[in-house]
């Protein structure tokens, strides 16, 4: 037996065993009856949802103490990956910069210190030729000539338990920076506004805002978003400089609870586009800045039941939109409209085909620059980039699409951002061992050499990896799993390149299947200090996400929802198979719909897992989606049902809903790991949840609850509390497979 072949072996658990811990803390009962459709559901625990009674902060401590004592072991290991988290990443680091109106963007990093910092510098040429596009060499720690700092993340974060910045906007004129910032992790900002040419802060002040911020073309009205009480975004607001901000105009207000809405720009800038939706159909209406007075224009009203998106722009001197929609194309497709025909009803249109829809392929967006569109579509799995030029667009003339092409199979290839004008977009490619890589992709034309090859590649920067990181010493496979219906469920699995398939090893089981998203290929310095340790690392691509096309998505939503717990167990059970791992050796995690997804596989099949971290996890969806004045929950209702009015919804969510569906059965180890103020998945799910588990499980494996007291859905803020976070999530899982000791190349 070699060195390397004995640290393989399973490494002894580092938490205490059973019968050393403390007695977990005890909820006490309040029942509370709960009846929908003659139904009735005693709820013991709802008591817990009251966030300022002095019991639930007192259990709520007690909780964390609880946890504190349990993983008490695990404190060296969760130090020993934090601390190989920090080895591998270059601290003082900086983003590559993005030009815009004559200067460059561009955000810094420093050794110690948690917080980026947003700085500028300005751009030489006048942007006409591809050399203009060339970012400037900034080097980490160095100044630069000339550098302006925007916004000091740090400075605004002293003192304070939470920051986070939640978007910013510069008037076209480079004079102006506002930005928004969260400081108590409840994801609703305050907003402050910069002068750059004296470096004082304007006296207008905006509380309560929702992301989504941009100035007017002339720079004297700052547009930005307002939730209700739901956190539901549904006010779009103006705010013209110097006056108070209680005279700001709405210039929408959307009125259906299960709606969402955001604004942007469009692509040229001309307009300012409001989208209107949900998961099944939109509404977009958009704001001609050269003509203010005529109003917001709806295009295609949501009674017509189409999801789409538009993007107007000017094409051959006519007033145009490029349409992304559903319509006659489960998978999307791509039309040009002349803008002028939204006036006549749907039927009577004329729309311009640009890319057919295509069973195969899943078109998840379009824009456009001066020459070129962009559209960004899903193809055996894999998020890519296209483009073709604007001239002959809708027409037999439209000229072939190109792509960058990359030598990995399992990769992602997405917009970094583009300027309109510009002869170059900004392309960011990552795969599950390459960090991510920043190229500015020329676009081709007629005149340019590298037209017929479709394009060149720029590459900008390739993050850097410290500590010795080489690619080669891992393995990333496509292999598939069979679901219980047949249904062919495709799984990316990680390893190290060394490790035998002997049947000993350990591995964890990731996923989410919620909302069309794709758990797309990519790095993460984390997750290296799992497969050294021997694990085998699987991402389950289950229906409910949008790996394999909008299909894929609706097969896991609603009344096929239970799909996406099936097809994370079939993911298990093929692992179980591999001949990679020990069966005994599995655990899985998830966080927010996919912690619904760790409660429900731990009810239908917890002999299969060792441990379950359940991140903060949307474990008592039923309770949350029958009361539509807690946040978000009326949103829902389009990608689960409305048990409000649905009987049949209703006893389907009740059959897998997690939180009503503990049974006497041995649970494994499980970590519910949450923050007191997040607004999206409330602290209250999981509190009860851990209650229920304790209350119910005949087996001796510990429940705990995890709270973060100053943090929000994405835990504590800072990179460095980010990657504690990680760590002990990471460490939890290890200790409970048995994979705490490091491998050695051997």
Known sequence: MTTSDALALPSAPQSPPAGALPAPPVAKRVPVARTHHGDTFMDNYEWLREKDNPDVLAHLKAEQAYTDAVTGGQEQLRQDIFTEIKNRTQETDLSVPSRKDGWWYYSRMVEGQAYSIQCRVRADGDGSAVEDWTPPVVEPGVEVPGEVVLLDGNAEAEGRPFFSLGGAAVTRDGNLYAYAADFAGDELFTVKILDLRTGELLPDVIENVFYGLAFSPDGGTLYYMVADDAWRPYQLRAHVLGTPVADDAILYQEDDVAMWTGFGLSADRRHLVVSIGCSEFSETRILNFADPDGGLRTLIPRGERILYDA???????????????????????VSLVETAEFAKPVAGQRWATVIPHDDSVRINGATVTAT???????????????????????????????????????????????????????????????????????????????????????????????????????????????????????????????????????????????????????????????????????????????????????DGKKLNKKNTFSDFVAATDWLAASGWVDPARIAAMGGSAGGLLMGAVANLAPEKYAAVVAQV?????????????????????????????????????????????????????????????????????????????????????????????????????GRYEGWKTRAWDYAFLADAIGATRLRQAG
């Open 311 to 333: 993007e107007p722009f000017l094409h051959g001197g006519v007033e145009k939109v490029l349409l992304t929609h559903n319509l006659d194309a489960v998978n999307s497709m």
């Open 617 to 717: 996890p949307f474990v008592d969806a039923l309770t949350t989606i029958l009361d539509p004045q807690l946040p978000l929950s009326a949103l829902e209702w389009e990608e689960w049902g409305n048990p409000i009015t649905d009987p049949q919804v209703y006893r389907y969510m009740k059959e897998y809903t997690p939180y009503e569906n503990v049974r006497a059965v041995a649970y494994p180890k499980i970590a519910a790991v949450t923050s007191f103020n997040d607004t999206r998945v409330l602290y209250v799910e999981p509190a009860k949840w851990v209650q229920a588990l304790r209350s119910v499980s005949t087996g001796t494996a510990p429940i705990v609850l995890k709270i973060e007291m100053d943090g929000g859905h994405g835990g504590a803020s």
């Open 372 to 554: 070129h569109m962009v559209v960004s579509l899903r193809k055996d799995t894999i998020e890519r980039i296209q483009v073709s030029g604007l001239a002959g667009l809708g027409t037999a003339e439209q000229p072939a699409a190109v792509e960058p092409v990359f030598a990995e199979e399992l990769y992602t290839a997405s917009m970094g951002g583009s300027e309109f004008e510009s002869p170059v977009i900004r392309l960011v490619y990552t795969s599950n061992f390459t960090p991510p890589r920043v190229y500015d992709y020329v676009l081709p034309t007629g005149a340019s050499p590298t037209a017929a090859a479709g394009g060149e590649l720029l590459l900008r920067k390739e993050t850097p990896v410290l500590g010795g990181y080489r690619a080669a010493d891992y393995v990333a496979t496509r292999e598939w799993a069979v679901a219980a219906d047949g249904t062919r469920v495709p799984l990316s699995v990680l390893r190290r390149a060394d490790l035998a398939q002997d049947g000993t090893n350990a591995g964890v089981v990731y996923g989410y299947g919620s909302y069309e998203v794709s758990m797309d290929p990519g790095f993460g310095v984390p997750r290296l200090s799992l497969l050294d340790r021997g694990v085998v690392f699987v991402i389950a691509h289950v229906r409910g996400g949008g790996e394999m096309g909008r299909h894929w998505y609706e």
